[in-house]
């Protein structure tokens, strides 16, 4: 039998949530220069040597908000996947659509974690940035790689030879497989990665507003990537 949380670690747990929510508050509202413990501090009403005994220090605090902003994200992706495949009974198109769209939603809605998760880095991140990245990526990448997986394993698309990769692509797509733990041809690896940097370039340049120059609605041109993605993988989108 699971013993229930005491009183204690209730509140414990409650005011580390809050913590966590006043950081990523004061992120969104003034900007990561005006993220301090001493900030959060004045905020709650603490101390700033009272955040410490929740966070041991600054940079333990912002991987915690990082590693919460993915979770959201992610967590937001997989109900959109989830809602399109029991609106279309699975179909594989529909759940991709609704991935790739989900996440130019969140990233739009939230313009400022956007940055904080695939832009420049906190400061206080720097130091500890590979090992933020590889924690925050292994949760992201929860989302759209097993969802390619599924489409790879039932419905096999063409995908380059490993003698048509250019030797140097080839031995990176090598060690990115390794990394994955996965049977997967170089070619398929490859063509997630294709997907994947249009998808991101997309939004990334919308949300930063890049594309304002031509632009002022950039939705057309969202699905124009759609129709792309889909076409890498052997799908049709739109359907005709």
Request: aromatic residues 10%; hydrophobic residues 45%.
């Amino acid at each position: 039998m699971v013993q229930a949380p005491s009183r204690r670690d209730r509140v414990r747990a409650a005011t580390t949530g809050e913590i966590k929510q006043t950081a990523r508050r004061i992120l969104v509202a003034e900007g990561p220069q005006a993220v301090s413990l001493r900030a959060i501090a004045r905020e709650m009403g603490m101390t700033a040597p009272a955040l410490y005994r929740y966070f041991g220090s600054h940079e333990d605090l912002i991987k915690h908000v990082v590693a919460d902003i993915f979770d959201e994200i992610a967590g937001d992706i997989h109900a959109a996947i989830a809602a399109a495949a029991e609106a279309s009974g699975g179909d594989m198109t529909a759940k991709l659509v609704a991935a790739c769209g989900e996440f130019r939603r969140w990233s739009l809605a939230h313009k400022d974690e956007f940055g904080l998760l695939f832009g420049t880095p906190l400061p206080a991140l720097e130091a500890a940035q590979d090992e933020v990245i590889d924690e925050c990526a292994q949760k992201f990448s929860g989302t759209f790689f097993p969802l390619f997986l599924e489409l790879w394993h039932k419905r096999p698309f063409p995908i380059p030879a490993d003698g048509d990769i250019d030797p140097g692509l080839r031995e990176q797509l090598a060690r990115y497989r390794e990394g994955l733990g996965i049977d997967l041809p170089l070619g398929a690896g490859l063509t997630f990665l294709r997907c994947w940097v249009r998808l991101y370039g997309m939004v990334a340049l919308e949300v930063f507003g890049h594309l304002h120059f031509a632009l002022e609605d950039p939705s057309a041109m969202f699905e124009i990537t759609l129709a792309e993605l889909a076409g890498l993988v052997g799908l049709e989108y739109p359907a005709t």
